[in-house]
Nanobody, 120 residues
Framework: QVQLVESGGGLVQAGGSLRLSCAAS????????MGWYRQGPGKQRELVAA???????NYADSVKGRFTISRDNAKNTVDLQMNSLKPEDTAVYYC??????????????WGQGTQVTVSS
């Protein structure tokens, strides 16, 4: 089993920065990709950024150049540095971890979410 705990959310002015952290515990050796999703008011959950165990990254077009995802495999943590924040970044941010399996569907684990609010 894997547990994910996020921290670092809060209220920030437009143009400001926040750093989100996610700590994974449990059977972390089984995890492949980790990442961050968000769900804004009245919107569906969307991918923000993801990173593989080898360090390959993917970003949503809306955050490219502003957000940076990083991972520390030794500490079992994944961070999201968010710069130049915009009001449209306001959302609950969820940490995600994926367990790749050989012959069965992958398993996704989710954190409890942390609120990020960007004021104009």
């Amino acid at each position: 089993q894997v547990q994910l705990v996020e921290s670092g959310g809060g209220l920030v002015q437009a143009g400001g920065s926040l750093r989100l952290s996610c700590a994974a515990s449990g059977s972390t050796f089984r995890l492949n990709a980790m990442g961050w999703y968000r769900q804004g008011p009245g919107k569906q959950r969307e991918l923000v950024a993801a990173i593989s165990s080898g360090g390959s990254t993917n970003y949503a077009d809306s955050v490219k150049g502003r957000f940076t995802i990083s991972r520390d495999n030794a500490k079992n943590t994944v961070d999201l540095q968010m710069n130049s924040l915009k009001p449209e970044d306001t959302a609950v941010y969820y940490c995600n971890a994926r367990e790749d399996r050989r012959w069965l569907a992958d398993i996704n684990y989710w954190g409890q979410g942390t609120q990020v609010t960007v004021s104009s």
